[in-house]
């Protein structure tokens, strides 16, 4: 079932917390974000979010990685707010070294792996029966989006 | 009671997340970047860390007729310099946020557990350092804040499993749900976003009660955060007036909380 906030653009949060209608509301020190529009598997990919990331403090991997970083988690936040699909579970979520997260779904032999990097990039790659399908794409927009989980869901 | 109002609700074991105070004022020509390093000095002591963050666009209320019940939208001018400086404490526990067109001091939970300081020691930290911020832009020949709004806001985060367990028992905590009827069509909420608006009296303003599901960052746990915003203008610029505005719209909050909120949880909440 497709989910009816799909938009044309991803908007990206750069600071602050998201309200009721996702505008930032940044006069708030804590940050909390507010998810009654969201579905069961966008709260659940949110709450794995925010404990993966106010759980890891600098050099996490003992190889000196970068705790993830505000932008990151702002970025992967709003990326799944803008998925447009509410039949879905909620991603694995893990961390990557220099600060980044990694979201992971699976659906039968697929999967779609993003990556939310502290550079501001946001990467997606299709894996199919455990290979790669791509080198992967950089996502600029909601239709990227749309795209990668078109696929993830037809298989 | 421990507040400058012996009327008022209190609780000793309130589910305030975070509250803040916020003074608005006209941008202040020549203020600059400088300024935030020039100030730092004087609170150093008392706030050692700080952090730069995006600044917080301008929200004024519109009293006038035709009003929609809608706060800002749309195209919002944030002004020069593009910057909001963070100056915390040694707990992180407290903040001083200052913009070209702000001053902003709020009291947040860090670990969880902090007692809640409750409104005199907040508005008593508030005054001091805002009159100090004054006496700094009067000494760097900025002139006086032209303040044109005051907002008070609580946060709170009201857990599941604590006098209620979900949306269907909703008029457990708010007085304003009635419990569903017995013939009742619907199934019961799976989650409900409420947002009211009160005009406070005499015109002085607004208050903005919200209601919605939250996700809370320090421990990814799902609550039900009512926010409660008052916003006004006060009579003047000066600290009298900004102050005297700030308790009466810490009063709405207050009072506005306790009629919005059920008896049974503020009984479990500690209501003195």
Known sequence: MRNSGAVNQVAIATSGMWTLDGRSDAVAGNTSIRVGRMNQWQREAVAKVLRLAYSLRQNWDSYGSAPIRPWVVNAAIELIREVPFDNLSAPSVVPVSGGGIQLEWSEGNRDLEIEVRPDRSIEGLKVLAGMPVDDGQELTSGADIEQLFSWLIAG | ?272
């Open chain 2, 1 to 272: 009671m421990r507040t400058g109002n012996n009327t008022l609700p209190d609780y000793t074991d309130p589910p305030v997340d975070e509250t803040y105070a916020s003074i608005q004022f006209a941008p202040i020509p020549g203020f600059g970047i400088p300024h935030f390093g020039l100030f730092w000095p004087e609170i150093r002591k008392d706030f050692p860390n700080f952090q730069v963050q995006a600044p917080v666009p301008s929200a004024t209320e519109q009293l006038e007729a035709g009003f929609r019940n809608a706060p800002s939208f749309g195209i919002q001018l944030v002004s020069s310099p593009d910057v909001r400086c963070w100056f915390l404490d040694k707990t992180q526990n407290r903040l001083i946020q200052i913009q070209n067109d702000r001053f902003i001091h709020n009291w947040r939970r860090i670990k969880g557990d902090e007692p809640y300081p409750h409104y005199p020691a907040l508005r008593e930290t508030l005054e001091k350092e805002w009159r100090r911020f004054c006496d700094f832009l009067t000494r760097e020949k900025l002139g006086a804040p032209q303040v044109n709004q005051c907002e008070v806001t609580y946060i709170n985060h009201i857990e599941y499993d604590k006098g209620w367990k979900e949306y269907s028992e909703l008029s457990k905590v708010i007085t304003a749900w009635a419990p569903p009827a017995e013939s009742s069509f619907l199934p019961p909420p799976e989650r409900v976003n409420m947002e009211v608006h009160y005009r406070i009296r005499d015109n002085l303003g607004r208050l903005h009660v919200s209601l919605t599901p939250a996700i809370r960052a320090r421990d990814g746990k799902e609550v039900l955060q009512l926010m409660l915003l008052a916003r006004g203008a006060p009579a003047s610029s000066s600290v009298e007036d900004v102050f005297r505005w700030l308790d009466v719209g810490r009063e709405w909050v207050v009072r506005g909380f306790a009629d919005f909120t059920t008896q049974a949880m503020q009984k479990m909440w500690g209501r003195i």
